[in-house]
Every structure is written in C-alpha cells, then in structure tokens.
C-alpha cells in the first residue's frame, strides 16, 4: 500500500501465553522494516530484541479509563477478615497455585486465620483442577473460592484489601493498575512488566517471582502493620492516574502517528 507500518507490540506471546508466531521470519522482516514499533513495557522490547532494530522501537504504556476503575473506599486500620483477590486466566503462567500455598502457610504455620482468598478467572481446566484439589488436601475450602471469569470487578474490588499478582510473564500489567487505582494493596512478582510498575514499599510490594515465603512474608508484614498501609494505598492510585490515564495515552498515540505520517 506505500503507506507508513506502526507496529503495537502488546503481548508476551510464548511466555505467557505458550504461543508462537507462525512463521517468525516473516514477521521479524516486517517488524525491522515497520516505521515505528510501539512496547508497552520495556519487558516486552526485550524478549523481542531479536526480531527489532532499536532505532524505530519506543515504549508507551497502556492507557486506562480512570472514571471506569478509580474507588475511593473508606479506609480502615483495622479489618476482622482481611480479603485478597488474585484475576486472570487460570493458568500457570499466571501463578494461582502460588498464592493458594501462601494462604495455607499464612493459616497453618502464621496462624493467620482472618484471611480469605478469591480467585478470579474461570473455573475449569487442568491447572484449575490441581488448584482445586491442593484447596481439598490442605483443608483450605474456608480460606480460598475460585470464580468465574468476570467483565466487571468493581464489586469484588471494592471489598477487596490485597490484590496479589503472581504472573511471571506479565506483558505490562493491566491488573496491576487497575487494582492500584481502586485502592487495592499490590502485592506482586518481582518479574517481567510488574516490577515496572509497583516500587517496593512506595505504591505497593515486590516478593521474589515463585518464592512462596517470600509471598507470605510480605502479606503477613502488611496485614500485621494495616496502618501503615494508608500511605503505600493512596501512592499508588495516585501513580496510576498520573501514568496511565488513557486521554494523555491518545494524545501521544495521535502525536506517534502524525510524526509517522509527516
């Protein structure tokens, strides 16, 4: 067509979906000789370094409908039950089973028994059943559900405390975001687009990617100092809206491509 190719890189297709593309030669042709290519985190230039040259590569961050996730709940110091959410496709890559293991180290060997755990995302396949039966075996059915996928989280968040982000693969973090701008605590992997986003102990907590205690002490430090947790809450919402409102997003798309265009 002899028109300019802008390339949206948004996804970490192998890592965190196991696939590949069809025929990657092709695609790396086109990927080198688009005019501008656009990653949504630096994570995601990186495992495709191969396929890009960096002269037509910049890094532009999702944009987000703040109206559509911003909650302002009335926080307390103190909760009877304190509720943690983890959402996302039931997949191992997603690290579910991750956040089970430290529900059941917090009640058996913390005695934390005022925690509950919902997982968000579906309710079937092989990774799923696993979950199901570790809930059955450690005699967590009081502690943990798993729900199905939902459009709409607002309700859940907004009687959520912690959200955990456990993916080892996150292309950016879209639920990471969403989670800071409705004043969810972030409690996430210190790997791939996540650590981009959360800064320990500023707007959230980073756990070393697939420790279980390293999950569970950081759970158990915020819930033990909730007080504290305040400042780190209205860090990150502030963050969030500051980085990844989507008309500042669609201004610097549309100056992308009249600079393309031009």
């Given amino acids: 067509t002899r028109k300019p190719h802008i390339w949206h890189i ?3 297709l192998k890592e965190d979906y196991n696939l590949l593309y069809d025929s990657r030669l092709q695609y790396r042709c ?7 290519v656009i990653c949504i985190s630096n994570y995601v230039r990186k495992i495709h370094r191969d396929m890009l040259t960096q002269s037509n590569v910049l890094i532009l961050k999702d944009g987000f409908d703040i109206k559509k996730y911003v909650l302002h709940k009335a926080y307390q110091t103190k909760r009877a039950v304190y509720n943690l959410m983890i959402c996302g496709y039931i997949q191992e890559g997603k690290g579910q089973l991750d956040a089970v293991r430290a529900v059941d180290h917090l009640v058996h060997d913390y005695g934390l028994k005022n925690i509950y755990l919902r997982i968000v995302g579906g309710n079937s396949g092989v990774y799923c059943e696993k ?3 570790y809930i059955i075996e450690k005699h967590l059915q009081d502690y943990v559900s798993i729900l199905p996928f939902q ?12 959200a955990l982000m456990c993916s080892r693969n996150e292309a950016l973090g879209r639920v990471t975001v969403e989670s800071m701008l409705s004043e969810n605590l972030v409690i996430g992997a210190d790997a791939a687009g996540t650590k981009e986003i959360i800064r320990d102990g500023i707007n959230g907590y980073l756990y070393k990617t697939g420790n279980i205690h390293a999950l569970c002490d950081k759970i158990y430090y915020a819930i033990q100092h909730w007080d504290k947790q305040e400042r780190i809450i209205r860090n990150a919402q502030k963050y969030a809206i500051q980085n990844y409102d989507s008309d500042r997003y669609v201004e610097k798309i549309l100056a992308i491509y009249h600079k393309v265009t031009n």
């Fill in 151 to 162: 459009e709409d989280l607002k309700e859940l968040r907004r009687d959520t405390d912690i």
């Fill in 10 to 12: 948004r996804e970490a």
């Fill in 30 to 36: 086109a990927l080198r000789n688009a005019k501008q």
């Fill in 131 to 133: 979950i199901k039966r």
